[in-house]
């Protein structure tokens, strides 16, 4: 085995193996970076969003990870595993990493909680920041993460479920519900975004994501979430989904008007968060106790 070879090794083969061959090159260069560079302070390397959940997507999805820390990591390692981030972007561009790096004490814990940890998004290393700090994320990596080096058994914490959706409720009134309004004003920045195919991609699936967690109890990705408002909803709500789906796997656009394919994404958002809200109502009712007998 060469020496790059031996050092990609500490990660869980098997695993590595399914992935797709970009995720999977772009994994073992970051294996190879980090041992090249000496960095022993990585107990745990685990992969959670659409990778694992299935449902990558080529020039789209980022690479979603969680890494474990024995400890704090101290200001010149912090140095160290910037160099790597940016050695790995130079050599496998794509698809982007994205994560953090906490110790298992903060695994599970909002940001009130905790201290601000390294992460690296959107190109840059941040020694302290609480990027993807939410229960989200922490549902994900325990329900559905893939182990690529360390032990799922190593995240034993728990994520209450109830509390999960009482903060997806507040995510709808907080920011999606401001994002729709904003965006139906023509001449605001958010307005206008929204003549792009990705900020319609954006609004129709990720919203939609959430009304098939209020419904189903569970979380999906994006394409998920498409397939299921095909199943679910009228067939005059389809087109404007099946071009945020086409926009995700890089097809060409159903329509010849984006001042069309605007209004259709502004009916089926303003629909849709009314169906999210009233899904929401609907998961809080199931979920409280029964009433005591008269």
């Given at each position: 085995m060469s020496d790059r070879g031996t050092a990609a090794?500490?990660?869980?083969?098997?695993?590595?193996g399914r992935l797709h061959p970009e995720v999977r090159g772009v994994l073992e260069e970051y294996?190879?970076?980090v041992h090249e560079?000496?960095?022993?302070?990585?107990?745990?390397?685990?992969?959670?969003?659409?990778?694992?959940?299935?449902?990558?997507?080529?020039n789209r999805s980022d690479i979603d990870f969680v890494a474990?820390?024995?400890?704090a990591l101290n200001s010149e390692e912090s140095g160290r595993?910037?160099?790597?981030?940016?050695?790995?972007?130079?050599?496998?561009?794509s698809p982007e990493m994205n994560g953090i790096y906490v110790t298992r004490d903060r695994l599970g814990k909002l940001p009130h909680e905790i201290s601000p940890y390294p992460c690296y998004?959107?190109?840059r290393f941040h020694e302290a920041d609480w990027f993807e700090c939410n229960l989200v994320t922490w549902h994900q990596l325990k329900k559905q993460g893939i182990a690529l080096y360390g032990s799922m058994r190593e995240l034993d914490y728990e994520v209450d479920w109830d509390r999960l959706l009482s903060r997806m409720?507040?995510?709808?009134?907080?920011?999606?519900r401001p994002w729709v309004t904003e965006s139906a004003k023509l001449y605001s920045r958010k307005g206008m975004a929204l003549?792009?195919?990705?900020?319609?991609?954006?609004?129709?699936?990720?919203?939609?994501?959430?009304?098939?967690?209020?419904?189903?109890?569970?979380?999906?990705?994006?394409?998920?979430?498409?397939?299921?408002?095909?199943?679910?909803?009228?067939?005059?709500?389809?087109?404007?989904?099946?071009?945020?789906?086409?926009?995700?796997?890089?097809?060409?656009?159903?329509?010849?008007?984006?001042?069309?394919?605007r209004q259709d994404a502004l009916d089926y958002l303003h629909d849709m968060l009314a169906a999210c809200e009233s899904a929401a109502e609907e998961a809080a009712r199931r979920r409280l106790p029964p009433s005591p007998p008269m």
């Open positions: 090794a500490w990660l869980n083969g098997d695993a590595l294996a190879v970076q560079a000496g960095l022993t302070s990585i107990r745990g390397f685990f992969l959670y969003g659409s990778i694992a959940m299935g449902g990558y997507t080529p474990l820390l024995e400890r595993l910037a160099a790597i981030h940016r050695n790995v972007g130079r050599e496998r561009p998004y959107g190109g409720r507040e995510n709808v009134a907080a920011y999606w003549y792009a195919r990705s900020a319609v991609e954006w609004g129709v699936l990720g919203l939609t994501r959430l009304y098939y967690t209020f419904r189903e109890n569970e979380i999906t990705t994006k394409a998920g979430a498409g397939a299921y408002a095909l199943e679910q909803l009228p067939a005059s709500r389809h087109p404007i989904v099946i071009e945020a789906l086409r926009w995700r796997s890089g097809e060409s656009s159903l329509y010849r008007s984006a001042s069309a394919r």
